[in-house]
Nanobody, 124 residues
Framework: VQLQASGGGLVQAGDSLRLSCVAS????????MGWFRQAPGKERRFVAG?????????VYAASVKGRFTISRDNAKNMVYLHMNRLQPDDTAVYYC?????????????????WGQGTLVTVSS
């Protein structure tokens, strides 16, 4: 499956932003999907994950829980990350990824495909 992320940009603290990731090539609904982020000088870290069936089967990193929401539309081959109350610490390149292993959704080593990344910059 090929992935392409978009929607990043420069925003101010407290603003909202929605990232999108479109999939092509394979049956999108076969994959669990995740969002990761990599801040300058840091490792890539898990942000949110959603089960292949979507709905309420989601998990979040503690740092974003309550502010970010992951969702998907299997009919459109899309996964989204809705980000509210953004903070400067949320500044990073955000990546969408696809995996078949829900139990390891938080671990990037288990992902089989990645989007190219989209930069989110939050100014204070």
């Amino acid at each position: 499956v090929q992935l392409q992320a978009s929607g990043g940009g420069l925003v101010q603290a407290g603003d909202s932003l929605r990232l999108s990731c479109v999939a092509s090539g394979r049956t999108f609904s076969d994959y669990e999907m995740g969002w990761f982020r990599q801040a300058p000088g840091k490792e890539r870290r898990f942000v949110a994950g959603i089960m292949s069936s979507g709905g309420s089967s989601t998990v979040y990193a503690a740092s974003v829980k309550g502010r970010f929401t992951i969702s998907r539309d299997n009919a459109k081959n899309m996964v989204y990350l809705h980000m509210n109350r953004l903070q400067p610490d949320d500044t990073a390149v955000y990546y969408c990824g696809a995996t078949r292993d829900w139990r390891m959704i938080r671990f990037d080593s288990r992902y089989i495909s990645w989007g190219q990344g989209t930069l989110v910059t939050v100014s204070s």
